[in-house]
Nanobody, 120 residues
Framework: QVQLVESGGGLVQGGGSLRLSCAAS????????MGWYRQAPGKQRALVAT???????NYADSVKGRFTISRDNAQNTVYLQMNSLKAEDTAVYYC??????????????WGQGTLVTVSS
């Protein structure tokens, strides 16, 4: 079993910052890509940012220059630093990890989500 636990969401004023964290635990042999996705009310879940085990990153156009994804491989943790937040960033943010388990199975694991609300 592998679990992802997110933290750091909340209410912030427009222009403010938040930092999300996501820690993976359980029967982990290794983790490849990790990422953040978000789902706004009435919309489909969409990619925000991803990061490989080697540190290569990819961002949605809407967050480039404002959000930064990073990871601590030793702690199996991924972070999302969100600056210059806008009302349209309001969503439930989900963490995802591509995990190879101790049993050598491959899993795509999702966290439970954390709500980010940006007031205008």
């Amino acid at each position: 079993q592998v679990q992802l636990v997110e933290s750091g969401g909340g209410l912030v004023q427009g222009g403010g910052s938040l930092r999300l964290s996501c820690a993976a635990s359980g029967s982990i042999f290794s983790i490849n890509d990790m990422g953040w996705y978000r789902q706004a009310p009435g919309k489909q879940r969409a990619l925000v940012a991803t990061i490989t085990s080697g540190g290569s990153t990819n961002y949605a156009d809407s967050v480039k220059g404002r959000f930064t994804i990073s990871r601590d491989n030793a702690q199996n943790t991924v972070y999302l630093q969100m600056n210059s937040l806008k009302a349209e960033d309001t969503a439930v943010y989900y963490c995802n990890a591509d995990v190879r388990t101790i049993a050598r199975a491959y899993l795509s694991v999702w966290g439970q989500g954390t709500l980010v609300t940006v007031s205008s």
